[in-house]
């Protein structure tokens, strides 16, 4: 008989895993007003049980998404890959302009994030390889997956998952 397999999985839902920012939806032809949320963030990842009885330490975790989220807390999402955005840093301010549309913001109070835009689902794929990332710099490289849960307003939430192996 075949040996059963096993995986385990492992979440971290924290009030503090969260930040308030300002965005818009923009693509050719459509741009939303811009408007802001109050998103919360929630992570899972699996993978095996490692020696030490865990699949990740969620100290770990905790540590490194509450940093992700500190760096966008207060902040406008510019997706600097835009499709649609003319995206320049100037004088002190990061100026975007959509077909005539010119915003300037302080560059303080903004940043550019490697993303097409700013919607949930591309900031759960930005936040999961900031993660990967950063947990692979604290020695994690067993875990399988990653998911990022970013919820824009209760109970409406998009979920990317990063397949690792």
């Not at 939303?32 to 919360?40: D, I, K, Q, V």
């Not at 004088?91 to 300037?104: M, N, R, S, T």
Request: aromatic share 10%.
């Amino acid at each position: 008989m075949a040996k059963a397999k096993e995986s385990f999985r492992v979440e971290v839902t924290k009030d503090y895993l969260k930040f308030s920012a300002a965005h818009f939806i923009a693509y050719p032809g459509f741009r939303e007003r811009l408007h802001g949320h109050n998103y919360r963030v929630h992570l899972a990842a699996g993978g095996p049980l490692g020696p030490q009885g865990y699949v990740v330490d969620f100290g770990i975790v905790k540590k490194i998404a509450r940093k992700l989220c500190d760096q966008l807390d207060e902040r406008m999402l510019v997706p600097a890959k835009s499709d649609c955005l003319a995206v320049e840093q100037r004088g002190g301010k990061v100026i975007l302009d959509y077909e005539g549309d010119e915003f300037a913001f302080p560059a303080g109070d903004a940043i550019l994030l490697p993303i097409v835009h700013s919607s949930a689902e591309e900031l759960g794929q930005y936040l999961a390889g900031q993660l990967q990332s950063e947990l692979a710099a604290e020695g994690v490289d067993a875990l399988d997956w990653i998911e990022v849960g970013v919820e824009e307003s209760f109970g409406q939430a998009a979920i990317y998952r990063l397949e690792l192996r």
